[in-house]
């Protein structure tokens, strides 16, 4: 059960300009989103989250915006550096806080 | 402070055989959970365990499956008889809280990557 979809298997920017990764969710019951970053060979990494009673977190180049409505979400990173280049995972929790995983977007920034 | 460790990184084994998977949480986290990931797929919780106690098992194949923690520090997740199936990364995770507070961090491990051959 597919309860949360990154469409994007891949993006593709430019060093300095903004990366935008979206997050598709289906349970109406999560209410809690998190996006962490993997880089090869390493596990996942807590990045930045927000809960469902705010629609904007911010955390330095990092932004994650909540759309409940549509239930989505989007990670934006501004300005992008090479060293953002790794799979971003979207995961979202529900009242049981059981984490559902989208399946990974992988970021590549190019200097 | 010291990360979540897992042994072994890599592990090949033949169809049918067992295999066991090593954790240790950071020190002081109640919480330890078990992934699996399959390629391609994001990680699935198998098994999350609260001190030395099961909370959520529900996504575990139990026919071939097991997994305990039994002085609520270190874990081990076996698989036997291993199928061609279970080839992924298999990702221990550990949080300070009882995982029941949604703002609870979750800190990775870096894997044990199973190919069933």
Redesign the interface.
């Known amino acids: 059960d597919q309860q949360?979809k990154q469409n994007s298997p891949s993006l593709s920017v430019q060093e300095g300009r903004i990366s935008i990764l979206n997050c598709d969710y289906t349970n109406s019951m999560f209410?809690?989103f998190l996006w962490?970053k993997k880089y090869p060979?390493?596990?996942?990494?807590?990045l930045i989250?927000i809960?469902s009673i705010k629609d904007k977190n911010e955390d330095g180049r990092f932004t994650v915006f909540l759309n409940k409505s549509a239930k989505h979400l989007s990670l934006h990173i501004v300005p992008s550096q090479p060293g953002d280049s790794a799979v971003y995972?979207c995961?979202a929790?529900g009242g049981?806080?059981?984490?559902?995983?989208?399946?990974?977007t992988r970021l590549t920034v190019k200097p | 402070e010291a990360g979540?460790a897992q042994s072994p990184r890599y592990k090949i084994i033949e169809k049918r055989q067992s295999v066991a998977f090593w954790c240790n949480p950071i020190s002081g986290h109640a919480t330890l959970y078990w992934y699996q990931q399959i390629l391609?797929?994001?990680?699935?919780?198998l098994i999350?365990f609260q001190n030395n106690g099961v909370v959520?098992d529900s996504q575990l194949p139990k026919d071939r499956f097991s997994a305990e923690r039994l002085k609520g520090v270190d874990s081990t997740l076996k698989i036997q008889p291993a199928k061609l199936e279970d080839s992924a990364v298999y990702?221990c995770?550990s949080s300070r809280a009882g995982?029941?507070?949604?703002?609870?961090?979750?800190?990775?491990?870096?894997?044990t990557r199973l190919t069933v051959l």
């Open positions: 949360v209410d809690y962490y060979a390493e596990g996942p990494t807590f989250s809960s995972f995961a929790k049981n806080n059981d984490m559902r995983f989208g399946a990974g | 979540v391609g797929q994001g990680p699935k919780l999350q959520d990702l995770a995982g029941w507070l949604a703002t609870d961090t979750q800190y990775f491990g870096p894997g």
